[in-house]
């Protein structure tokens, strides 16, 4: 499953070899195929400060881009992937000249032609991107993806809105890089690759899928490795698709001979947000008390897989997909009276589905549009499934602040509280 | 005292007891309908005869409930908000029209709606960037509130109903921005302690109730001898939402004078007015998504640019700000944020960037929600103001 | 003539009286503790009867600090922020940087021809200012004055990573359980109070000449661990809690020369000799 | 008949508790100073001297707390929320909430009759929620902590305390002290914002009557009143609030030992 996680760190390699060869990259940010699509039927190279902010933090060198930030003048408060990156950014730029800081890790992100945020899920993601300016003058792009109200969306025409708002919003988007880079798209190649991130996502969403046997065959440590190439679209995407079709197999074969990921499946657990990267050995020692994780995080999931055959416009394919990403579960939410419907919601359709027993909510203190929800979560889950659920702080960039002993004892508590609510369930007619 | 002297002290009381008047009104059988910022395009809601009342957080309110549904390092304005309805302080609306206006605002709203049934809730969804689907898709954000609010009243949003309701709000604005005048004088006519306590009272009442009370304040103000003293500071205040004359008083308490403001408590609602267009709901989408200016919508000096100008972005961004800078001859700029605020939190240092590139001085003051993370500042506004002085 | 400045902080009040040439005629660190902060008025009459000087004799006095607000005999108020730029000024006058590390708070100064340009500051988070160490000093069962020795002993810094006092306090009870040596645990803690206090000082573009004030400039590890973390030499007054004081006491000579120039009258209070109070 | 020890090292003070057929043989509390391990061996020491044992009558051993870990002689550790749960059980049957303001965090943890955990939760990485900040105010106040709480009953008008953290806290109340409120109005007003952090918890995992405080905060009249008057409800309070951990720690050792053996 591995070779998935390494595709990623591929990409940074290229992106400096692609600026040493004087082509284009691009800075983006995670956009949930919206762009990226694009982006690589264009043949640019592209990085994510987000990823790469995490790739900083592990490395060791986030602490001096933090300070560095801090020192001009961006509020400590503000999301640390950003102030990591506008620390990168600064010494990059006002120190060195524009060249690559020789102490970045993975050979560091190159100063790009364009800046792609995206308006999604928070406020920072294209603040952050604006703010750059502070630095260099580099064109921003944000992407729109709207976000309508869960009773909203099913309004007359209001989902053909968001649609033809994306179709029409991308259209101008292709043309704006047309114009930047001064040649024309390939839509056939464009197609072609749409075609591909459907296919490797549905067969992705399959494998998730096959984790709601009993015991679960694949932990949340194998997603983690293989979620990055599906997200971030690295590789080769034909290579990528081969990848998830041989996990498949794999996942497949251990549910037929009901082989568990664990020894001992004692607990189903879907965990949210982002994991603590730098102690992922914690899930062992929490996998040899009998916790599986055996769903998690919705957002880097793929979407609920939907039919676009017979759409002969990439770029709507590409709107109807993203779209679906984020309003999938809003009918199931519409049914529940739930108008979170995109944050909170898919954790109360994944404890149900998947049978969990407890949810393990993660929350990144500085990164607050990941974890504004989870309270919210935590309040959801036991009003309409009697799912507990355990909140242990962590962060993205402040790798200490995640403390798993203190993560290990609340663990042990919970345990008596899984059983409990065990019970509990079984008295409301629930079956898990 | 003079005739109109009612005003202020009128301002005054409703400040002081927001829900009195609405309360009253819906014992007569008004609906009563909340809403959390200033991207709701309330003119909908007067002209099917509902009350708009703005919902706010209260700094001396301490925060007990809000930990059910939020975290606690979260905008403290929507969180403390947020307690109060849990507590049921709002339980007397009838309805509650959300938008996304900002990241904080739209995930709050949509628990809070999830956990507190109103008989009627609407989410408007805001565009985030100004390309040219966006106009459009707001639109579409805008008849679908239109068609929730006509199903919950059971009546139809007229042409003249919608017209009439939105020249009474356009001269609500021109009323506001006429009180705002008064305070280009040295020293200003009115205070921003009091100038914030009418602002906050028109968000309380209805619109007509709240042209009234202009009217008496602006003929008070501009006769009454008893205003604000000259003071060697003429501030403008920045930020994100300044709701409690508590905040006021933290800058007015020393030697200075907030002669305007910038913030979603303040000017900004009225700093432009609807425009009567053909179809109606085209003038409220300009207002409401291109006019505001809050830093939540993406602004770029040429929509699609390829080549980038940071200094001609500023522009575009601040520039209307250099103009209150002009216009009331502010010599000092107070950046003023309740924490944990993403869109004017990116601002920094931005902005900064373009008060010096003004020669103006500011300084960013960021505290928590509440009275007492107020006090500290009053050493920091002093020092500014000698800074101020020492240049002066 | 003879001017005062009277700089009352959080836990002792600091006055300085000087003649019209700028000599110190008199230095007094008062009593310390919060109950005796009100008896700014005694630290006073101490520092008139070491200078032989009446109250009367007094032209201008200028009361700064966190207690300034109700100083009964002063004729003006100035913040700390001001003050402390201006006595700093007067020993350095090359100074671009000043760091005032107090007990309840910590200032950072940027200072051009004496005049204060800009300025950061911290009293949110006790972490960033002396009372980290005095907590941290207690908890060792070392007195403050000790730290700095002791920490230069230190081969190895052992990283404190708890951001809160309190919880720092617990990391280094933690620390001397695993029996870890004791000195570079106190150069872990002067560790990480310097980079707290860098890092906010750091917003306003440190440039050297950088003057390092406050009770906390007198520990030697502090002094070296900010050097670590500016990239800059660390000059220190050699009476570090007095240049608030000194400030004052300039800011209104000043005043009254600029207002005998002007042939203007300087505004005077009634002034007496009395208690601080703290009421607004 | 064996004998069963549970050993509980906060941050401020240690506790011991030796039982016999689940009744306490003794009890005691040592304060923990900066070292755990001898903090622990102190608590044994005078635990088996009280009871006139020798090491070898103690059958199984459990430590928990926050220097559990330093507990050498213990035969497993812990965690405190599950050792509350058995104690608070054995001593209130029907308590169904727990309230735990120890020294370093304050916790709120629902159990169910068999005095096992339902749900918890535990303040945030900060001691303004903790017994710690009563520490302080005690100490700026030149005052013993026991004698705070009722001192703090006398208020007429408390303070409102506005910083969260303990630290600041301390220097809110020296501004206080110097600006002459009484005393009592500054503790009320500490116990106030305590009670607020509470109530703060318990809105994330709901609340069930009947309710017991345990902790060192268990010994503070003051703090059980706003705390009442807060959640509206009737607190059950042990006579020895701060030994309880270590009391479920010796119970539980007794239910491990015995599932041990067949």
């Not at chain 2, 409703?14 to 009195?20: A, E, G, N």
């Not at chain 3, 000087?53 to 005999?73: K, M, W």
């Amino acid at each position: 499953m591995y070779p998935l996680r390494a595709k990623v760190d591929e990409t940074y390699a290229r992106s400096v070899e692609a600026m040493k060869a004087g082509k284009p990259t691009v800075w983006a940010m995670v956009n949930w195929w919206e762009g990226d699509v694009i982006l690589k039927a264009m043949d640019l190279e592209t990085v994510y400060p987000e990823n790469y902010s995490t790739v900083c933090a592990s490395a060791g060198t986030a602490e001096s881009y933090l300070n560095r930030a801090d020192a001009d003048g961006f509020p400590t408060h503000l999301c640390g992937y950003s102030r990591n990156t506008f620390g990168y950014t600064s010494r990059m730029i006002k120190e060195l000249g524009a060249e690559i800081p020789p102490e970045a890790p993975m050979g560091g992100m190159p100063k790009p032609v364009l800046l792609l945020s995206s308006d999604s899920v928070c406020d920072a993601r294209y603040k952050w991107f604006q703010a750059l300016g502070h630095y260099m003058d580099i064109p921003v792009w944000t992407l729109e993806l709207p976000v309508p109200g869960v009773q909203e969306l099913f309004m007359d025409g209001v989902k053909e809105q968001c649609i033809s708002f994306m179709v029409e919003h991308l259209r101008e988007f292709v043309a704006f890089l047309e114009r930047l880079l001064g040649r024309k798209i390939d839509w056939d190649k464009l197609d072609e690759t749409m075609k591909l991130v459907e296919q490797l996502s549905r067969v992705w969403h399959e494998v998730n899928e096959l984790r709601k046997a009993r015991p679960c065959p694949m932990h949340g440590r194998d997603f983690w490795s293989a979620m990055p190439a599906s997200l971030f679209l690295a590789g080769d995407l034909s290579d990528t698709l081969e990848c998830y079709q041989a996990m498949y197999d794999e996942v497949k074969s251990r549910v037929d001979n009901g082989m568990g990921a664990i020894a001992d499946e004692k607990y189903r657990v879907v965990f949210a947000e982002l994991p603590p990267w730098h102690s992922l050995g914690f899930f062992d020692r929490l996998a040899e008390r009998g916790w599986n994780i055996v769903i998690e995080s919705w957002n880097y999931h793929p979407p609920i897989p939907i039919d676009l055959t017979g759409i002969a416009d990439p770029l709507e394919r590409i709107a109807r997909f993203t779209f679906q990403w984020s309003t999938g579960y809003y009918e199931r939410a519409l049914k529940d009276g739930e108008y979170l419907g995109y944050m909170a919601y898919p954790y109360l359709v994944f404890a149900r589905d998947y049978k969990c027993d407890g949810a393990f909510l993660h929350p990144l203190i500085t990164c607050r549009s990941a974890s504004t929800h989870l309270h919210y979560t935590r309040e959801l889950l036991m009003r309409k499934t009697s799912v507990p659920s355990i909140i242990i702080e962590g962060d993205i960039v402040d790798l200490r602040l995640f403390d798993p002993e203190d993560a290990l004892r609340k663990a042990e508590v919970f345990e008596e509280t899984m059983e409990h609510y065990r019970e509990v369930r079984k008295k409301e007619g629930l079956d898990w | 005292m003079t005739q109109g002297s009612k005003g202020l002290a009128e301002a005054k009381e409703i400040y002081q007891d927001r829900p009195r008047r609405v309360k009253e009104l819906k014992a007569e059988g008004k609906k009563i309908i909340g809403y959390p910022c200033i991207y709701v395009p309330i003119e909908m809601m007067t002209a099917l005869d509902l009350v708009p009342y703005r919902i706010y957080g209260d700094i001396r309110e301490p925060v007990t409930e809000a930990d059910r549904g939020l975290q606690t390092a979260f905008c403290p304005i929507m969180r403390s908000a947020f307690d109060l309805g849990l507590k049921g302080k709002y339980d007397f609306l009838d309805g509650m029209v959300a938008a996304h206006s900002c990241d904080p605002q739209e995930k709050c709203m949509r628990v809070w709606m999830s956990l507190i049934k109103y008989p009627y809730t609407h989410f408007l969804d805001v565009p985030g960037t100004l390309h040219e689907g966006s106009l459009e898709y707001f639109k579409g954000q805008l008849i679908a509130l239109k068609k929730t609010l006509e199903a919950f009243t059971g009546k139809i949003i007229t042409q003249t109903g919608l017209r009439e309701a939105i020249e009474a709000h356009n001269l609500q604005r021109a009323l506001v921005r006429e009180l705002y005048d008064l305070r280009k004088p040295d020293p200003p006519l009115i205070s921003g302690a009091e100038t914030l306590q009418v602002i906050k009272a028109l968000t309380s009442i209805p619109v007509e109730e709240g042209n009234d009370l202009l009217r008496q304040v602006i003929s008070e103000v501009k006769e009454r001898k008893n205003g604000p003293q000259k003071k060697p500071a003429r501030l403008l205040v920045w930020g994100n939402t300044m709701d409690d004359i508590a905040h006021t008083e933290t800058i007015e308490g020393a030697e200075a004078n907030i002669v305007m403001d910038d913030h979603c408590g303040g000017s900004r609602a009225y700093r432009t007015d609807v425009e009567i267009a053909e179809d109606l709901v085209d003038g409220l989408a300009d207002n409401y998504l291109v006019k505001l200016v809050p830093p939540r919508t993406f602004r770029v000096a040429v929509l699609g640019e390829t080549r980038k100008d940071w200094a001609a972005d500023l522009e575009s961004r601040f520039g209307y700000i250099g103009e209150y800078i002009k216009g009331w001859d502010v010599n000092g700029v107070i950046m003023q944020l309740v924490r944990y605020c993403d869109p004017h939190g990116f601002e920094q240092p931005a902005i900064k960037d373009y008060f010096d590139s003004l020669g103006i001085p500011s300084i960013y003051l960021e505290h928590d929600y509440s009275e007492g993370a107020l006090a500290p500042l009053r050493t920091r506004v002093q020092g500014f103001l000698e800074v101020i002085g020492q240049k002066a | 003539m003879y001017f005062a400045g009277v700089d009352i902080g959080s836990t002792m009040t600091k006055i300085v009286i000087m003649d019209g040439a700028d000599n110190i005629c008199s230095r007094i660190i008062g009593p310390t503790g919060p109950e005796h902060r009100r008896l700014a008025n005694k630290v006073l009459i101490e520092a008139l009867e070491q200078a032989n000087l009446s109250f009367a004799e007094i032209d201008y006095v200028v009361a700064t600090g966190y207690g300034r607000v109700n100083v009964p005999f002063a004729d003006r108020q100035i913040t700390e922020l001001t003050c402390h730029a201006r006595g700093v000024a007067s020993l350095f006058p090359n100074v671009r940087t000043a760091i005032d590390i107090g007990g309840q708070d910590a200032k950072g100064l940027k200072i051009k021809d004496g005049k204060l340009l800009d300025f950061v500051m911290n009293d949110k988070c006790a972490a960033g200012t002396g009372r980290f160490l005095e907590v941290l000093a207690e908890t060792l069962g070392l007195e403050l004055e000790e730290l700095g020795g002791i920490s230069l002993e230190s081969t190895k810094k052992i990283p404190i990573s708890s951001t809160c006092t309190i919880f720092a306090q617990q990391e280094v009870i933690a620390r001397i359980s695993e029996g870890l040596p004791l000195e570079d645990i106190v150069a872990g803690v002067h560790a990480a109070l310097a980079g707290r206090v860098a890092r906010m000082v750091q917003r306003l573009r440190v440039e050297p000449d950088v003057v390092l004030t406050g009770g906390v400039a007198k520990n030697i590890g502090v002094v070296k661990a900010m050097k670590e973390n500016l990239g800059h030499g660390i000059l220190v007054p050699a009476d570090p809690l007095l240049t608030g004081a000194m400030g004052a006491a300039i800011l209104g000579k000043e005043l009254v020369s600029k207002a005998m120039a002007a042939g203007e009258l300087i505004e005077r209070k009634e002034r007496y000799l009395e208690e601080v109070t703290f009421f607004k | 008949m064996a004998w069963f020890m549970g050993i509980d090292i906060g941050s401020v003070t240690g506790k011991g508790v030796i039982t016999k057929n689940g009744d306490v043989a003794a009890y005691h509390v040592v304060s923990s100073g900066i070292n755990y391990g001898r903090a622990a061996e102190k608590v044994r020491e005078e635990l088996l001297a009280k009871a006139k044992l020798s090491p070898e009558d103690v059958a199984y051993t459990i430590a928990s707390g926050y220097g559990a870990r330093n507990v050498y002689f213990a035969s497993e550790k812990s965690a405190d929320m599950v050792c509350s749960a058995r104690g608070v059980n054995h001593v209130f049957p029907l308590a169904r909430t727990i309230i735990d303001v120890g020294g370093q965090s304050t916790q709120v943890t629902r159990i169910d009759e068999r005095g096992r955990v339902v749900n918890f939760v535990v303040s945030e990485k900060c001691a303004s929620g903790s017994g710690r900040f009563l520490q302080v105010i005690a100490n700026v106040l030149r005052m013993d902590l026991e004698d705070i709480g009722p001192l703090s009953l006398k208020s007429e008008n408390p303070v409102t305390f506005t910083t969260g953290c303990a630290v600041f806290g301390e220097s809110e109340a020296i501004t206080r002290v110097c600006e002459g409120v009484s005393r009592e109005d500054i503790l009320a007003g500490v116990h106030g914002s305590l009670a607020d952090k509470v109530s703060a918890l318990v809105s994330r995992i709901g609340f069930e009557e009947q309710c017991a405080l345990i902790g060192g905060g268990g010994l503070d009249v003051g703090l059980i009143k706003s705390i009442e008057e807060k959640l509206q409800i009737h607190l059950l309070v042990p006579a020895q609030p701060q030994i309880i951990v270590a009391l479920g720690a010796a119970l539980l050792a007794q239910e491990r030992q015995q599932a041990a053996v067949p």
